[in-house]
């Protein structure tokens, strides 16, 4: 293969001092950048990266469909993804095979639950990719918490809010560290299943972490009814120590 590279570089948690050096020196040489977003909004990958671009460098801003109107289980959801993400693909092979090199802004780790993951399996083995790795959010929040997240031999395991409660129940049961993303909408459900395992009374609730609106606090003396949907709930591990 020949022609420009795709980067897919990851940022870290939110705080631009967290990115990694070889991610700064592409930011700063790029010439087209590329970013997932909400329709109307600057998006949260472009907002850690501002000041850090050549002035001169074409933007790409990738609006995700509006899709909250149509439930995850619809085959319409799935359908609209796609179509969006093919766009996408289009788009940024059409300057790789160009000659010209795009930066694609990831919130996190680019293969760690990133939109990211959905270009790189149609763009893989088509045109050069480059995929730069990055502190992870979850990373992000147990260091906020100061506590470390497992010890000796503790299983880890990382769990979507957007599972179905009794799922949620059995995988909790099943661990000894645990990390829930993607509260939003499911805070209340999320809540139940950590209630229903015992866990609810070691949990910690971050908001935004690693930003400047970071904040955390133990579960049980939270007091609303909904999280942001990047929120992380934590329950550290109690395993083997010296």
């Known amino acids: 293969m020949s022609g420009g590279t ?4 990851g940022l870290g948690p939110g705080d ?3 990115m990694s050096v070889r991610a700064d020196r592409l930011l700063r040489s790029a010439r087209h950048v590329a970013y997932f977003r909400k329709a ?8 850690t990266v501002d000041g850090l671009l050549p002035e001169n460098a074409v ?5 995700y469909p509006v899709t909250t109107e149509i439930p995850l289980s619809d085959p319409r959801y799935n359908q609209m993804l796609s179509e969006f993400y093919a766009g996408c693909t289009e788009h940024l092979r059409a ?11 990831c919130e ?9 993951m959905h270009l790189y399996s149609r763009l893989h083995g088509k045109v050069p990719v480059n995929v730069v790795p990055a502190v992870t959010g979850m990373s992000g929040a147990w260091t906020a918490t100061g506590t470390p997240i497992t010890w000796g031999d503790d299983v880890l395991t990382v769990l979507m809010g957007t599972l ?11 661990t000894d560290a645990l990390v829930v993303m993607k509260i939003g909408r499911n805070f209340d459900k999320v ?52």
């Open 59 to 63: 933007e790409f801003p990738m609006e």
């Open 40 to 47: 109307g909004h600057v998006g949260r990958a472009r907002a």
């Open 108 to 116: 996190g780790d680019p293969f760690f639950y990133g939109s990211f």
């Open 95 to 105: 300057l790789a095979r160009a000659g010209e090199d795009v930066v694609v802004l």
């Open 6 to 9: 795709i980067y897919g570089v």
């Open 191 to 242: 809540c139940r299943a950590l209630t229903r395992t015992g866990l609810a009374d070691r949990a910690w609730l971050v908001e935004h972490a690693a930003m400047p609106n970071q904040s955390v606090t133990p579960l049980r003396d939270v007091t609303s009814v909904a999280a942001p949907y990047f929120s992380i709930i934590l329950v550290h591990g109690q395993g083997r120590r010296p």
């Open 164 to 174: 179905p409660e009794d799922a949620l129940v059995r995988h909790m049961t099943d």
């Open 16 to 18: 631009p001092d967290l």
